[in-house]
């Protein structure tokens, strides 16, 4: 590569498809969170269903789709984009997109039986001492999760 003033160096970059995230708030502002293990990091996590998104799919259509794969849910109210983000801009392009679903019915079973060890309805007050204690680690999860305390009401923005 070469950089603005003209210096050239070799740079490895890794390409990986885009993702999905989506935080699910009820309405006494839980989020549903899943238990999941992360072999490359050999970590356990709460995290936000969310996944890669298929060919020809948009992010909003993944999103949808996750949900209802991870955890049997649907939106029957609001689906809000409020970020897109690349975790390790630097040397990995991988393109990431957040939403926020309230008002969602739970209408099935998950189909997807390996995303987690178990799952909970976590009330947003609980999420930066999660976050602390390194409970919350994925880049997609904190991305939403910080977002949805730093818009929550009675916040100035």
């Avoid at 502002?29 to 709460?46: A, C, G, K």
């Avoid at 630097?90 to 099935?108: E, L, N, Q, W």
């Avoid at 949805?148 to 009675?154: D, E, H, N, Q, S």
Wanted: proline share 6%.
């Amino acid at each position: 590569m070469e950089t603005p003033d003209g210096e050239r160096f070799d740079h490895h970059k890794v390409v990986l498809k885009a993702a999905s995230v989506v935080a699910m708030v009820d309405k006494e502002e839980r989020v549903y969170m899943m238990w999941r293990h992360r072999f490359p990091s050999d970590l356990w996590n709460w995290e936000l269903p969310g996944g890669l998104l298929d060919p020809g799919e948009t992010a909003d259509q993944a999103g949808v789709r996750e949900l209802l794969e991870e955890t049997g849910f649907v939106v029957e109210g609001t689906f809000e984009h409020v970020a897109s983000f690349e975790p390790m801009i630097g040397m990995v392009t991988s393109p990431h997109d957040v939403y926020i679903a309230r008002d969602v019915r739970k209408v099935a079973e998950p189909t997807e039986m390996n995303e987690a060890a178990h799952v909970a309805w976590i009330p947003l007050d609980d999420m930066l001492g999660l976050i602390a204690q390194k409970k919350i680690a994925n880049s997609g999860t904190l991305v939403a999760v910080l977002y949805l305390l730093a818009t929550r009401p009675g916040r100035s923005r």
